[in-house]
């Protein structure tokens, strides 16, 4: 199984970035999938996260700036994110929350001026 991260780079503070996660070996619709970061020196946490009903959950410290989605025709899901802040500045990564699968290397973003 892979999970391939692509999509990050840097933007400036209120800019937006789309991150999408390309899944092989598996089907995202079977799944609940969840978009995590790392920031330097911190835990990996998740940010977000979408059921295989479709239902998503937000961390409260992007919920009303990210929306996570899938496209289950193309296997994919995805994370769109908007009014980006210097603080989401991390190594972005997908993984399965109730069947983790090895993680990518993630995409990184940068959100600096």
């Known amino acids: 199984v892979q999970l391939q991260a692509s999509g990050g780079g840097l933007v400036e503070p209120g800019g937006s970035l789309r991150l999408s996660c390309a899944a092989s070996k598996m089907f995202v619709s079977r799944y609940t999938m969840g978009w995590y970061r790392q920031a330097p020196g911190k835990q990996r946490e998740l940010v977000a996260h979408i059921t295989i009903g479709g239902s998503t959950n937000y961390a409260d410290s992007v919920k009303g700036r990210f929306t996570i989605s899938r496209d289950n025709a193309k296997n994919t899901v995805d994370l769109q994110m908007n009014s980006l802040k210097p603080e989401d500045t991390a190594v972005y990564y997908c993984?399965?929350?109730?069947?983790?699968?090895?993680w990518g290397q993630g995409t990184l973003v940068t959100v600096s001026s």
């Open positions: 993984n399965s929350l109730n069947s983790p699968k090895t």
